[in-house]
């Protein structure tokens, strides 16, 4: 029988997951297009992303422990923002 995660390692596998599949280290993306063809700012959302890391992995460094509710909540805007990377034709390696 598998046991599940603590809440904190339950989000660095988030974050892991998270970095992996989002190309937080490609500086194309995270220019604008021109002719405002985007449909939501592939920009904004990756920066989203990016800022959201970055706090959950000095929150975890300090010892903070999120809550399940945290969890949730980075999950599902990781799940959104990469269907909004998808209508604007941005591959990701796929985030589950």
């Known amino acids: 029988m598998k046991h599940k995660p603590d809440r904190i390692s339950a989000m660095k596998q988030l974050i892991a997951q998270a970095k992996q ?14 002719g405002n063809s985007c449909v939501g700012c592939p920009k904004k959302l990756l920066d989203l992303i990016d ?3 970055s706090y959950w ?4 460094a300090q010892g903070v422990i999120p809550s399940l509710g945290d969890i ?11 269907r909004g990377l ?3 034709n941005i591959q990701l390696n796929s985030f589950h």
């Open 86 to 88: 998808a209508r604007n």
């Open 51 to 53: 800022s959201e890391l």
């Open 21 to 34: 599949a989002f190309p937080l280290d490609s500086p194309d993306i995270f220019r604008c297009g021109s």
């Open 57 to 60: 992995e000095a929150a975890i």
């Open 72 to 82: 949730s909540h980075f999950g599902k805007l990781c799940k959104n923002v990469s």
